[in-house]
Every structure is written in C-alpha cells, then in structure tokens.
C-alpha cells in the first residue's frame, strides 16, 4: 500500500475510534470499545485496561471476556507484573524479566507462547486515579510508528475516560448533592426506626383442633374385647362403641345370684323356725345381714354387666387410634379410650415459643396460614393462654394458646396444621427488628 494511503487510513481509523469513545454512554461501554476495537488500529492478540488507585493496580476488563476472574493465578500474576511497572507518561515495551518471582508471572501471563511482546500504554487523564491500557502479541517487536500511533489513541481514550468522571473524586457539587442526600437517607431512616411504631409479630406453630372434646373413659377396669367403631366414624348417641370380655364379670354375676338364692332360703326357714320358737332372733338377724350384702354385691355384679357395651353418650366423630391396639388390652377406670368431636365445632390450638411471649397478644386477632391452603388468611381471636409451659409437638417448650375463629364460612378440617401470625405491643420499628438478635447477645454474653 502507498504510505501516503496508509498514513490517512491510520488517522482515519484513529479518529473514528476517539470519536467512538467520546460518544460512550458509560464506563462500562468505554472500556469495550477499548479493549476490542483498538485492533483497527494495530495488530494485538490481547488487550487489558487497568486503574490505579492508591499505587494499586485494579484489572478493570480483559478483551474478549464479560467479566474478570477475580483471585485466578492469572489475575494475581498479571496484578504484580503492572504493579512493578507503574502509570509512567509514555507508551514502552515491556521486557521479559529474568530474575526474581517476576519471571514466574511473566510465564503465568504469557500463556506459553514464544516470543511475546508485551506493550504498556498509559492514558493521560486530567484527574483521580492513573489508567493503563496492556497489550500483548506473539511476533514482531512493537514498533515507534505504533507507539506514536497509540499516544495518539491514548489522548483521545483519556478525554473520554474523563468525560465520564473517570474514578477519582466526584466534583465538589456532586459530592456536596451526594452527602446531602446520604443526609436526608439517614434521617428518613433514624425517624423510621425510633419513631414510627408497629406491632410486635411473632410467628408460632398451630393445629385445627376440636372445641369442647368428649372424652370416653373406661368404666370398668378390665380387659377390652373389641372396639366396634373406626376412626373418623360418626356415631350416634347410644350407639355401641366399645366392649369388655365378659366372661369374668358374668361369671362374677352368677356366682352372686346363687349366692343370693341360697342366703334367700336360708332366711326363710330361719323365720318359720322362729315363729314356732325353734331358732334363735339373733341368728335370723345375721342371715338377714348377710343376705343384704348379697343383694346389694349382685346388684355391682348386674351393673358392670351392663356396662360391658360402652356406648355413645354424644354423637360426634370418633378420634383414636388404631382399634386394634385396644384388643385384648387390660385398662384402668377412668382411662381415656376415644374422644367425641364435633367437626363442625373448631379451634385453632397455638404452640408460642417461651421466647415469643410477648405481652398483647390476646388484644389482638391472630392470622391463621394452614399449610393445606397457604394462599388463604383465617382470622382468630385468643380465648385461652396458659400461665405455664408444656412441650410442643416439635419439642419445644411452648405457652399452649387456643383461639376460637371470628371468620364466617365453614371451618377448616380437624387435624390441619400450619403457622399463626400473632401481634403484641406498639413497639419502634428498630426494636421490631433487633429483639430476637438482642436477646441472643444477652443470653450469649450473660448480660
């Protein structure tokens, strides 16, 4: 090519890419133009743009890549080799070191390659922290013709850098409107967290349980038979539920009335011997005792056999366990059995963490999320909070809370288990947020 074409295509090439950079919209897009069209410029297989701050090199972008990885033995490498080299005004060739731990990074950057040719080439910016663009090649040296041509570029990208306030300081408007701004964020934010109040909130564990429970105990300390219903069954009242073996209680029962035929015939031959003056008073009195002791054994004996059937004395739905485990098993008067429930009367029953017991939760309705239908909010009120604790089913000592529905609509199953949103005390939004922390601070440190 003519040198006089190749001189004007050289400065055309420059001035579109100073153009380029002037009209770059940010940072960002500054250094991909750098990095990746310079090559109109000259030939170079890679290109880094650097920032110094405080004497330290930050690597800002490598061509060909979206982002830096950070902390790579390339990165570190690549950070001590322009460290040692510094801003410097000029464009200059960088030698290969031969001595020192620089021969070790010197190999981590070049990759491999043979003959590489590094070239540093710093941008004059007018302010803040230096700048410096690496490139890199395998092949020729790097010529003046080329590094005149790059001081050239490098006003250019300079002017550019500080058109878009490079990385320096702010100008002192802006850092006058920043720190008045970071001002009112902070006031906003000390009259928010002290002054504004909101509900405490605590969130416990519940269950859907049932509102004034039956509870079917044993009557009777003896050995189950069979349990006639099943879970979930409803009954009626009267209907049978469960039954005991009968053969002690029958046989306890025959053995009474023999006893009572005998003691009954006993009594009245010793009032005819008596009426003829044949028997003593006293003996007939003592028949008469004994047989009353009798009576009153076979009327125990005709009421326990009578309560063999246990039935129903509400009707509800069934909730027990297996009725199998019951078969055969010996149980103690006043030994809960099953219990009657009312599906359609409901609870929520709440397990409050000791640590969440708050003072104003019962002034409060309670939000009811049940896993079954998250989407949903059922609303309660606390009519019972107990003064002690007692194991939640998670195994956390808990306050028991029940609180009755205030919703219309029909109530949810029995059984069904989420979480309950419960609200306390007007408190600051600051303690609102460092309670629970707090609290772990003090119990850490003993305070």
């Not at 009245?268 to 009353?292: C, H, I, P, Q, Y």
């Not at 309560?307 to 010996?330: C, D, F, I, T, Y």
């Not at 089913?393 to 949103?421: H, K, M, N, Q, R």
């Amino acid at each position: 090519m003519d040198p006089a074409a190749a001189l004007g295509q050289a400065l055309a090439t420059l001035h579109r890419l100073t153009v380029s950079a002037m009209r770059s919209p940010t940072r960002q897009a500054l250094l991909f133009r750098v990095l990746n069209d310079t090559i109109q410029l000259l030939r170079y297989e890679r290109a880094s743009f650097w920032l110094f701050q405080r004497g330290r090199p930050f690597l800002l972008g490598v061509s060909g890549q979206v982002e830096v990885k950070r902390g790579s033995d390339l990165e570190v490498a690549w950070t001590n080799l322009v460290r040692a080299i510094g801003p410097g005004p000029d464009p200059r060739p960088l030698p290969a070191p031969v001595e020192g731990p620089a021969v070790k990074d010197w190999r981590t950057v070049d990759l491999g390659r043979t003959e590489f040719r590094a070239l540093w080439v710093p941008l004059p910016v007018q302010r803040g922290a230096g700048v410096g663009l690496w490139l890199d090649r395998t092949g020729a040296d790097w010529t003046e013709a080329e590094m005149r041509v790059l001081q050239a570029l490098a006003s250019g990208l300079a002017a550019a850098w500080d058109k878009l306030g490079g990385a320096g300081r702010m100008p002192r408007r802006r850092r006058v409107g920043a720190l008045l701004l970071i001002g009112v964020l902070l006031a906003g934010a000390a009259h928010v967290l002290f002054q504004r109040e909101v509900p405490l909130r605590v969130v416990a564990p519940c269950r859907v349980t049932p509102l004034d429970p039956y509870l079917v105990t044993a009557p009777l300390g003896e050995v189950i038979e069979e349990v006639i219903v099943e879970p979930g069954q409803r009954v009626e009242t009267g209907e049978p539920l469960f039954r005991y073996d009968p053969r002690a209680r029958v046989e306890e029962l025959e053995v009474a009335r023999r006893q009572v035929a005998i003691l009954t015939s006993q009594v009245d031959r010793a009032r005819v011997l008596a009426a003829r003056g044949e028997a003593n008073a006293g003996d007939l009195e003592t028949l008469e005792n004994r047989l009353a002791q009798e009576k009153a054994r076979l009327a125990l004996a005709e009421d326990a056999v009578a309560r063999l059937v246990v039935r129903a004395p509400v009707a509800g739905v069934v909730q027990m366990g297996s009725p199998h485990e019951w078969r055969g098993k010996p149980v103690q008067i006043g030994e809960r059995v099953l219990v009657l429930v009312d599906p359609e009367q409901t609870q929520v029953r709440i397990w409050l963490p000791v640590a969440d017991n708050v003072p104003g939760l019962d002034e409060r309705d309670v939000e009811v999320h049940l896993h079954a239908a998250p989407r949903d909010t059922l609303t309660a009120r606390i009519v019972y909070l107990a003064n002690d604790t007692s194991e939640s089913p998670e195994g956390v000592s808990s306050y028991v809370a029940d609180a009755a529905w205030i919703d219309g609509g029909d109530p949810p199953a029995l059984g069904l288990s989420g979480t309950a949103v419960l609200f306390g005390r007007e408190v600051t939004v600051a303690e609102w947020i460092f309670r629970k922390p707090l609290v772990r601070v003090r119990a850490f440190l003993g305070w």
